[in-house]
T-cell receptor, first 109, second 115 residues
Framework: DAKTTQPNSMESNEEEPVHLPCNHS???????IHWYRQLPSQGPEYVIH?????VNNRMASLAIAEDRKSSTLILHRATLRDAAVYYC??????????WGAGTKLIIKP | EAQVTQNPRYLITVTGKKLTVTCSQN?????MSWYRQDPGLGLRQIYY???????DKGDVPEGYKVSRKEKRNFPLILESPSPNQTSLYFC??????????????FGSGTRLTVV
């Protein structure tokens, strides 16, 4: 199964954009790229997902490389409430999510 | 409000005493899944269900059972709990089983301690 690689942690200043990278060099043609986040003491929360084209929603943007071997989650203006662990996940053909360790995002006021 | 409800939120039990963690969703989702989350190991899937009466093993099914008799409910059963099943458990549900996948909705979690 294809796996993802993310930095263990990142820091960003409040009200600045955040770019969270994810590498998935063994992604297959039918794998979707999902992003979830987990705030402290809560269950994971869906953020965004995409296949080939860049995607935008009210929470974030997802930029997918042309070769699909990497992607970037973009939070346009981070707030303290965005401090969480962010998971980049590939959807397997049997609909199971393959979770990595995620990136712990620290927002500095 | 669309949600996945797990009960109980916290549970302390003794080794060998059967227990059930309930999970219910009100979104008419076909797909439901159970995960456990342990420090340093991330989320690992225990069992999943693609629809009523259709269940399958995830990555760590040993020691667990599930059933899907109704679309909205997906209970997790520990017939004989052991201390290594002490963990944080999450139930999740999703609309549909084909691409493109929709986002999964997770419950708030059940923290289980087996002594």
């Amino acid at each position: 199964d294809a796996k993802t690689t993310q930095p263990n942690s990142m820091e960003s200043n409040e009200e600045e954009p955040v770019h969270l990278p994810c590498n998935h060099s063994t992604i297959s043609g039918t794998d979707y790229i999902h992003w979830y986040r987990q705030l402290p003491s809560q269950g994971p929360e869906y953020v965004i997902h995409g296949l080939t084209s860049n995607v935008n929603n009210r929470m974030a943007s997802l930029a997918i490389a042309e070769d699909r071997k990497s992607s970037t989650l973009i939070l346009h203006r981070a707030t303290l409430r965005d401090a969480a662990v962010y998971y980049c996940i590939l959807s397997a053909s049997n609909y199971q999510l393959i979770w990595g360790a995620g990136t712990k995002l620290i927002i500095k006021p | 409000e669309a949600q996945v409800t797990q009960n109980p939120r916290y549970l302390i039990t003794v080794t060998g005493k059967k227990l059930t963690v309930t999970c219910s969703q009100n979104m008419n989702h076909e797909y439901m899944s159970w995960y456990r989350q342990d420090p340093g190991l991330g989320l690992r899937q225990i069992y999943y269900s693609m629809n009523v009466e259709v269940t399958d093993k995830g990555d760590v099914p040993e020691g667990y059972k599930v059933s899907r008799k109704e679309k909205r409910n997906f209970p997790l059963i520990l017939e004989s709990p052991s201390p290594n099943q002490t963990s944080l458990y999450f139930c999740a549900s999703s609309r549909g089983t084909g691409a493109p996948l929709s986002g999964y909705t997770f419950g708030s979690g059940t923290r289980l301690t087996v002594v």
